[in-house]
């Protein structure tokens, strides 16, 4: 396994924008997983995973570490009896689809998530009620001292977090579902889709989610909706018209035009309702929100 250098990671990512990898490779097993986390620490370089990039913003300096993405065996899914194993790369669309087949509901919730299983364990993704933490029965994570399973307790899944850190991989999940006939979760599947569709940008480059719902009457959305954020833009990225909680990539967007816009966001969100929004999207690299003042 020897790693790339200078890869783009805005290939890599739903909003499109972001630097390149110092290094990036794709181990397929196991065995290359922890052959990638000793080269990296043999060159004391950090480690960061990349899974579909849906809720991720990479700084347009880049990464200065070795990026993953997991490929092969770890972005495999496969039913076991009532239970859905899949490898920590597998794309939630994938785990869908095997379980629907099987007749197991219960992951239903996930059809409107376009990530990987890792990436719903590191932040525990969620919607429509449910979350990772709900269906979760163990996680395996690998850093550079070796496998370790984990039960969603120790992952400290609460909403849209873990205790992870970037270094420490998901490798593999198990999750436990229930029978449901297949019409059932074709059904479920279809009226959730409906709901997402009627709320939320579709065909638009975004990351999902820009801040986490506040503990307030008002949703993010409806929050910067009232502060008059729709369709604002800064550079490249704009505040999806649709749904306020969204920033979409217009026209070459880059990571700092959205930084300035979450900024703007969360400065007139503590001006009208003096609240703090919390970004809900992950960064990578050198990125930061400029302090509120
Ligand atoms: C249109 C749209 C709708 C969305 N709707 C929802 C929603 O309803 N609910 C919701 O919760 N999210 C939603 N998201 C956000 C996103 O899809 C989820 O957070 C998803 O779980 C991220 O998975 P990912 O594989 O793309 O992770 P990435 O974006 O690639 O990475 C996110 C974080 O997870 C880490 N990571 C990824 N894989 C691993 C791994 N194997 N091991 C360790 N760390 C890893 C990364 O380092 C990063 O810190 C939406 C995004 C989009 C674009």
Redesign the pocket.
């Known amino acids: 396994m020897t790693p790339e250098s200078g890869v783009p990671l805005s290939r890599l990512t ?1 909003i499109g924008t972001g630097g390149p990898a110092r290094a990036f490779a794709r181990p397929e097993t196991l065995q290359e997983l922890e052959q990638a986390l000793e080269w990296a620490a043999e060159r004391e370089l950090s480690v ?9 913003l990479v700084a347009d300096e880049g990464f200065d570490g070795l990026v993953l993405k ?1 490929g092969g065996q770890l972005a495999e899914a496969r039913v076991d009896g009532e239970r859905l194993v899949a490898g ?2 597998a794309a939630n669309a994938v785990c869908l689809h095997r379980v629907r087949a099987a007749g197991l509901g219960g992951f239903e919730f996930a059809c ?5 299983v ?6 525990n ?3 429509y009620g449910s979350d990772w933490a709900a269906i979760l029965d163990r996680a395996l994570v690998v850093d550079a001292d070796g496998p370790r399973w984990c039960s969603p307790g120790e992952l400290g899944l609460t909403y ?1 977090h873990s205790e ?1 850190r ?1 270094g ?4 593999r999940a198990e999750f436990s579902l229930s029978p449901l006939p297949e019409e059932q979760i074709k059904a479920n599947v279809a009226r959730l889709q409906a709901l997402r569709k009627a709320a ?1 940008p579709t065909n638009k480059r ?4 820009v801040f986490k719902n506040p503990d307030h009457e008002l949703s993010a959305g409806r929050m910067l909706e009232a502060c008059g954020l729709k369709g604002h833009r800064i550079g490249g990225a704009q505040v999806s018209p649709r749904h306020a909680n969204f920033i979409e990539n217009a026209d070459g967007a880059r990571s700092v035009d959205a930084i300035a816009l979450m900024h703007e966001a969360r400065r007139r969100a503590r001006e009208e309702f003096g609240v703090e929004l919390r970004h809900e999207v ?1 960064f ?1 690299g050198p990125l930061d929100l400029p302090p509120l003042g």
């Open positions: 739903t960061a995973t990349i899974g579909l990039g849906s809720n991720l997991l920590g790369g409107a998530i376009p990530g990987t890792g990436g719903g364990v590191w932040m993704a969620g919607a849209r992870l970037h420490q991989v998901v490798a939320q975004t990351f999902g989610s992950e990578l």
